[in-house]
């Protein structure tokens, strides 16, 4: 089973900050917080990952809070082609074995 | 350019039919993987090569079937499709247990294949 929660659906208006949350309060301490997403009928795509502190890239910002219990995945400007299923998985990090996908937000951006 | 290239894009089977679908990378990475994704579920590892070695999932039915005949390629074989096999097929890869930081491990995904069986 995944070890996340996150809301079914959200919506958000173009050229705002999406921010999507997650849950994950067993979060053990060797496990980081990876986020994918999926675009229709695309396969997955990698956005970022974090231990504890806060991580930036061209794509996304991704927030931990300080008990590593939830995250917070922000895309700073978001655009209509950020519309897809967003994963929050955590998992140790180097190691071969399955990424386990929960349910995911299915993000609407709107006009 | 595209990472992982799955081939072909679209597939329709008959029941019963074997099939094969392949999956191929240009990342030179050491882990290969098959998911399924079933309509509006998210994707579920059906198994694994880490470098040569096959890792199967417990529940994986034996109608799946993989093979890796070097490190670029990696196939799927279904030997007897079902109505219930009709699905998103993704080959995913990553670069695991070698020096060069924690990014090593992302897994990249490729298009898909979608299966249909008639």
């Known amino acids: 089973d995944a070890k996340t929660t996150q809301p079914t659906s959200m919506d958000c208006a173009e050229g705002r900050a999406a921010n999507l949350p997650c849950n994950h309060s067993?979060?053990?301490?060797?496990?980081?917080v990876y986020w994918y997403r999926q675009i229709h009928s695309q396969g997955p795509q990698y956005i970022i990952h974090g231990l504890k502190n806060n991580e930036t890239n061209e794509m996304a910002s991704l927030i931990i809070t300080e008990d590593r219990k939830s995250s917070t995945l922000i895309l700073p400007h978001a655009t209509l082609r950020d519309t897809a299923v967003y994963y929050c998985?955590?998992?140790?990090?180097?190691?071969?074995?399955?990424?386990?996908f929960g349910k995911g937000t299915r993000l609407h951006i709107l006009p | 350019d595209a990472m992982v290239i799955q081939n072909p894009r679209y597939q329709v089977t008959q029941f019963g039919k074997p099939v094969t679908l392949s999956c191929s990378q240009t990342?030179?990475?050491?882990?290969m993987y098959w998911y399924q994704q079933k309509s509006s579920q998210a994707p579920k590892l059906l198994f694994h090569y880490y470098d040569k070695d096959f890792n199967n999932e417990a529940d994986t039915p034996d109608n799946f079937q993989s093979r890796r005949p070097n490190t670029s390629f990696c196939f799927l074989d279904i030997r007897s499709p079902g109505l219930g096999d009709a699905a998103m097929y993704l080959c995913?890869?990553?670069?695991?247990?070698?020096?060069?930081?924690?990014?090593?491990?992302?897994?990249?995904f490729g298009p898909g294949t979608r299966l249909t069986v008639l």
């Open positions: 998985i955590v998992r140790v990090p180097n190691r071969d074995d399955k990424i386990i």
């Open positions: 067993t979060i053990s301490g060797n496990e980081y």
């Open positions: 990342l030179n990475h050491n882990v």
């Open positions: 995913a890869t990553s670069r695991v247990g070698l020096a060069g930081g924690l990014n090593t491990d992302t897994q990249y």
